[in-house]
């Protein structure tokens, strides 16, 4: 095989955008040096991928979604001159040339007003952007506030039980977590070291049954000062089920049964 | 054979999406609206499994509309419109997962403020038409070995690299890589074979 069907045959992963890195580094300059077969390979392959859209579940967007749409575009159609047949200067009486005229001022007046109208939309939907984008923020502090909320009950409930996780390494600070039999469970620690590049942090649940598999709770990260808290609504096994939570490192996107030893394991009692 | 269904380009038809394209570029509203009523389904149904919530997959549908209001004049009138308004529909998608994600950086590297796609579509995308060849992509992917296809969901839909499914997967990288090409390849054979 030459270098040229070695190329060709990562045009599909490139189009669907799949290709690591370095893979996508040499592709781009073979792409770069003019070669033309592979050129038409890749529009045909990224017509191709366009194609895997009709795997997603059918779904209509709202009514209002097209409203707002169209309001939006007619509030931005710019104005245009208003087309008047032409009329031959012999056959006008002077009196009509007067009515011309009053129109052309008027026109001339209306072409002002529409423009400083424009001019008074536009600002009218810098203001709607700005506060569309205010909205969102205060969605998102809204959302966090009610995460927040559900944690401090789970974490002041009488009925949860604090389970203790004590790291593999002991320079590692230890994690705790709180299970409540309704609410779910919350996990959190401090001055936890960030995963690797393009890695996770992710929690399990460890079956009392012999032979029982781990079940994948949550994925997450630390932030910057190593402070993280995580939680589950709802765990796939119940408390009295259960021999232990644990923490692995795993790939971003998290793992669907661990792939390496825990890095945090606490007993369930 | 398929090459014999199809007439020679001078005699070609104009689109009925390239003629709302035309009128889109002198501002015409109503054509506007007749391509959003042709279009905005698919666009959302895209967008909404992407992200997996109603109402921030409509932003990004109506970002992606208005991108098409605005720019208009940089959409070549020959090429498929749909293909373009699905990309730019799935890079914005993605790119709203960035937020969740450092995987979208990957992403970034390569992302592109107007998508070059699909600069020419296949002869065979005009030998059926839209609602059967839907119907063919889901047939066709759907008859894949369920690992194979769950490899190329996640490419699509999740915009993960092939290191990242095999790691998702368990399954050794080369496996997976034969998988999303072989894939996409027996989807293009299928899709040539119904023309």
Known sequence: ?269 | MFLAAFSPKGSEQVSPDATLMQQLLRKDVGAFEELYERHSRIVYSLVLRILRQGSTAEEVVQDVFLQLWRNSSQYDVRRPLVPWLLTLARNRALDHLRLKSERQRRREEQSEELPQIAAAAPEYERALDEKRRAERVRVLIGSLPAAQKKAIELAYFEGLSHSEIAASLHEPLGTVKSWIRNGLLRLKEGLRASS
């Open chain 1, 1 to 269: 095989m030459n270098s040229h069907d070695q190329f060709r045959e990562l045009i599909e992963a490139y189009a669907i955008g799949s290709l690591d890195a370095a893979d996508r580094a040499q592709l781009e300059a073979h792409l770069a040096s003019g070669c033309a077969d592979c050129a038409n390979a890749l529009e045909e392959a990224r017509w191709l991928v366009s194609q895997l859209a009709y795997l997603a579940p059918d779904a209509a967007p709202s009514d209002m979604l097209k409203g707002r749409l169209l309001q939006t575009v007619r509030a931005e159609i710019p104005g245009g001159p208003e087309r008047l047949s032409p009329v031959r200067a012999a056959t006008v009486p002077w009196w009509l040339w007067a009515g011309v005229a009053a129109l052309l001022v008027f026109s001339v007046y209306s072409a002002w007003n529409e423009q400083r109208m424009h001019s008074e939309v536009a600002n009218l939907q810098r203001q709607a952007e700005t506060q569309r984008a205010e909205r969102q923020k205060v969605e998102q502090e809204l959302a966090t506030a009610k995460v927040q909320a559900h944690e401090a009950m789970i974490w002041g409930d009488p009925k949860s039980v604090k389970i203790m996780l004590p790291a593999k390494d002991p320079k590692m600070p230890q994690l705790e977590a709180m299970w409540h039999p309704e609410m779910g469970i919350c996990v959190r620690g401090w001055k936890v070291p960030s995963p690797g590049e393009r890695r996770v942090l992710q929690l399990w649940l460890i079956p009392k049954k012999p032979g029982g598999k781990p079940m994948p709770l949550v994925t997450f990260w630390p932030d910057a000062s190593g402070t993280f808290s995580a939680m589950v609504e709802n765990p796939p096994g119940a408390m009295s089920d259960t021999q232990a939570l644990a923490v692995t490192e795993e790939p971003i996107g998290g793992s669907q049964q661990p792939t390496g030893t825990p890095m945090w394991m606490g007993g369930v009692s």
